[in-house]
Nanobody
């Protein structure tokens, strides 16, 4: 099974930027869609952004205009560029791939994003 590894999280001040990376051990064409989720403590995970094999993207309303999902097929990597970060963006961020995001597929280990005010 293809494995996913996230990186790029850290501590940043409000208004700053981070770029998260999700590196796959195999071709990202293994998946119809890949997505970034975030987990808030004590709450359910939420989908932040997704990108299909064809390149179509979708974003949660809370991050539209601030976050951008992209991919580099040659590097088998999906990115999440996060700009204008807010304290409410603080969470553990995970990437997932699959035939659909609601179905089975691999998850990465997560990377912590902390935004200070």
């Amino acid at each position: 099974q293809v494995q996913l590894v996230e990186s790029g999280g850290g501590l940043v001040q409000a208004g700053g930027s981070l770029r998260l990376s999700c590196a796959a051990s195999g071709s990202i064409f293994s998946f119809n869609v890949m997505g970034w989720y975030r987990h808030f403590p004590g709450k359910a995970r939420e989908l932040v952004a997704s990108i299909t094999r064809a390149g179509s993207t979708n974003y949660a309303d809370s991050v539209k205009g601030r976050f951008t999902i992209s991919r580099d097929n040659a590097k088998n990597t999906v990115y999440l560029q996060m700009n204008s970060l807010k304290s409410e963006d603080t969470a553990v961020y995970y990437c997932k791939g699959g035939l659909s995001l609601s179905g089975p597929g691999p998850w990465g280990q997560g990377t912590q994003v902390t935004v200070s005010s």
